[in-house]
């Protein structure tokens, strides 16, 4: 089995920073694409961020410039910087992999529980 845990999630000000992890565990051959989905309330979810094993990122039209995702390949971890929150940033951040796990030598989508960021004064 392969588990995606996130951490780092929580209450900021507007403008403030966070900092999303999220760590990948259990039977990995290999990682591929990595990427930070998110919903709010009433809203379906989308896609914040994501990074390839190799090749460029790429983002949301709505958080580029203020969000930087990265990842070590090492702790088979995934980060996300997140700048310059503002209160519609609000949401459930989701982390999500494409993984080849060495039991079924498969590539499947496999996602995190979730962590809530709340973005308020």
């Known amino acids: 089995q392969v588990q995606l845990v996130e951490s780092g999630g929580g209450l900021v000000q507007p403008g403030g920073s966070l900092r999303l992890s999220c760590a990948a565990s259990g039977s990995i051959l290999s990682i591929n694409a990595m990427r930070w989905y998110r919903q709010a309330p009433g809203k379906e979810r989308e896609l914040v961020a994501g990074?390839?094993?190799?090749?460029?990122?790429n983002y949301a039209d709505s958080v580029k410039g203020r969000f930087t995702i990265s990842r070590d390949n090492a702790k088979n971890t995934v980060y996300l910087q997140m700048n310059s929150l503002k209160p519609e940033d609000t949401a459930v951040y989701y982390c999500?992999?494409?993984?080849?796990?060495?039991?079924?030598?498969?590539?499947?989508?496999?996602w995190g529980q979730g962590t809530q960021v709340t973005v308020s004064s």
């Open positions: 999500n992999g494409l993984i080849i796990s060495y039991i079924t030598m498969r590539e499947y989508d496999y």
């Open positions: 990074i390839p094993t190799g090749g460029s990122t």
